[in-house]
Nanobody, 120 residues
Framework: QVHVVESGGGLVQPGGSLRLSCAVS????????IGWFRQAPGKGREGVSC????????FYSDSVKGRFTISRDNAKTTAYLQMNSLKPEDTAVYYC?????????????WGQGTQVTVSS
């Protein structure tokens, strides 16, 4: 059975940084893409970033491009989201999900989410 567990969220001041982790168990990451999403209070779920399985191509939403970096360590079956220059509007619950082999496929397995709060 596949499990996805996010960690690394917390409270940070504007301009600060956090690194989220997405630990996947139950199968190898070699053939799946990994994506990060977020949901702010009162808003819908937003795709933030994705990294493919084949060539490691990365994709970012315009709202985080240049500030966030997605990466993966297949040996550790873990993906990461490095978030720099955080803004109050980045406050949300962040979710990790596995896809098929590419970021164009549908997300299939979701984690429970980790809260990120950006506030002074």
């Amino acid at each position: 059975q596949v499990h996805v567990v996010e960690s690394g969220g917390g409270l940070v001041q504007p301009g600060g940084s956090l690194r989220l982790s997405c630990a996947v168990s139950g199968f190898t990451l070699d053939y799946v893409a990994i994506g990060w999403f977020r949901q702010a209070p009162g808003k819908g779920r937003e795709g933030v970033s994705c990294i493919s399985s084949s060539d490691g191509s990365t994709f970012y939403s315009d709202s985080v491009k240049g500030r966030f970096t997605i990466s993966r360590d297949n040996a550790k079956t873990t993906a990461y989201l490095q978030m720099n220059s955080l803004k109050p509007e980045d406050t949300a619950v962040y979710y990790c999900a596995t896809y098929g082999s590419t970021c164009n496929s549908l997300p299939s397995t979701w984690g429970q989410g980790t809260q990120v709060t950006v506030s002074s």
